[in-house]
Each structure stands twice: as structure tokens, then as C-alpha cells.
Antibody, heavy 115, light 111 residues
Framework: QVQLQESGPGLVKPSETLSLTCTVSGDSISSYYWSWIRQPPGKGLEWIGYIYYSGSTNYNPSLKSRVTISLDTSRNQFSLKLNSVAAADTAVYYC?????????WGQGTLVTVSS | QSALTQPRSVSGSPGQSVTISCTGTSSDVGGYNYVSWYQQHPGKAPKLMIYDVSNRPSGVPDRFSGSKSGNTASLTISGLQAEDEADYYCCSYAGSYTSYVFGTGTKVTVL
């Protein structure tokens, strides 16, 4: 059974960097695609980007200049960094398995951007 | 890239069928057979219901079906049940630059 768990600070100050980690169990991240998706409170879903096990990445053009997704195969984790955050980046952030459709999701973690 | 357009809400009585539309353009829904659908209950993570327009993952009831015509994809729930009450989102591949775009979301109410 594949399980994903997000972790990281729940509060980030404006202009700082949001950093989240997704720990995967029941599967190896050394295969397939691994993604981040977010959902502002009361709003819809937004694809952030994915990383392939080879290390290649693909990002949402609207976030591309601020986003980095990376792998840590030794810990079976992948991570998200979003620079220069603003209030509009407040959202529940989900990690998920897949590149184009996502059949396993973490439970999500709320990140609030506020001073 | 704009979000795909879905009706804000649809409703039906138990046992009835409801259909949710997902309208895009020839650059996303109409251009590729890579539409997926997700069910989301309040406070929960989304659940994959349909992928590649009409394929159901293992464990998803066959009451759920997907289709596409031109720039519009559809999710049909047949034999509506109380547990189907949730938000539903479509998602489409939109080319190598944009990659993936979600729909605006539809709330399904079981009367």
C-alpha cells in the first residue's frame, strides 16, 4: 500500500521560502513520477509540478520562476521549495504519485503565508 | 492558461444519474485524450475516479464513467448514492508548455 506524508512548517512569512517534504512508503521514488498540487482554502486545485525518478522536472509556467522540486532517494522523499511567497500562496499542499494523473495522495498540509 | 470550466453544482436524487461537464479548448481537452477526474470529500485529499478520459482505476465503482466529445469531457455518475455527494474536479493535459490544468470544480448534491 503506497502512502505519502507531507511535512514542513505551517506558517511562512511573506517573501520567504516555503519548504515541504513528502515521505513515501510502500513504493520506491526511484521509479515513476512524483508531483505537488495545491488548493487555496475554499478554492480549486492547482498543479505545481512533478519530478521524474531520473531527476527531470516539469513546472506550472505560472510558478516556474519560483519553484524547485527535488528527490532524496536515500530517504525515499521528494521536496518542494517555493520562493518569495505571498498571501496568495496560502493553500493546502498535496504530494501525489504520478505525472499526469494521480492515484495516491498525501493527506495534505496547510501552509499559511502571514507575518 | 485558464482553468477548465465546470458547472458550479449539480444535484440528483438517489438512484438517478448526473453528468458533470468539463469544457476546455483544442489546446487541452480537445487536443489530447488525457483527461482525469477526482472526487473530493470535505477535508480530504482528492481521489482518482477516471483517467485517460474513460478508464477507471481498480476499486472505483462502474457507476462512474467518463467520455469526451470535442473540447468537452464528461463524468457521469449512474445510480447516485449518498456517498457520492462531494466536489468533483477534472484535469487535462495542455501541452508541453502548460502541462496540466484543473477544472473549476463541481459540487454534487444528493437530494
Amino acid at each position: 500500500q503506497v502512502q505519502l506524508q507531507e511535512s514542513g512548517p505551517g506558517l511562512v512569512k511573506p517573501s520567504e521560502t516555503l519548504s515541504l517534504t513528502c515521505t513515501v512508503s510502500g513504493d520506491s521514488i526511484s521509479s515513476y513520477y512524483w508531483s505537488w498540487i495545491r488548493q487555496p482554502p475554499g478554492k480549486g486545485l492547482e498543479w505545481i509540478g512533478y519530478i521524474y525518478y531520473s531527476g527531470s522536472t516539469n513546472y506550472n509556467p505560472s510558478l516556474k520562476s519560483r519553484v524547485t522540486i527535488s528527490l532524496d532517494t536515500s530517504r525515499n522523499q521528494f521536496s518542494l521549495k517555493l520562493n518569495s511567497v505571498a498571501a496568495a500562496d496560502t493553500a493546502v499542499y498535496y504530494c501525489a504519485k504520478g505525472g499526469g494523473w494521480w492515484n495516491y495522495w498525501g493527506q495534505g498540509t496547510l501552509v499559511t503565508v502571514s507575518s | 492558461q485558464s482553468a477548465l470550466t465546470q458547472p458550479r453544482s449539480v444535484s440528483g436524487s438517489p438512484g438517478q444519474s448526473v453528468t458533470i461537464s468539463c469544457t476546455g479548448t483544442s489546446s487541452d481537452v480537445g487536443g489530447y485524450n488525457y483527461v482525469s477526474w477526482y472526487q473530493q470529500h470535505p477535508g480530504k485529499a482528492p481521489k482518482l475516479m477516471i483517467y485517460d478520459v474513460s478508464n477507471r482505476p481498480s476499486g472505483v465503482p462502474d457507476r462512474f464513467s467518463g467520455s469526451k466529445s470535442g473540447n468537452t469531457a464528461s463524468l457521469t455518475i449512474s445510480g447516485l448514492q449518498a456517498e457520492d455527494e462531494a466536489d468533483y474536479y477534472c484535469c487535462s493535459y495542455a501541452g508541453s508548455y502548460t502541462s496540466y490544468v484543473f477544472g473549476t470544480g463541481t459540487k454534487v448534491t444528493v437530494l
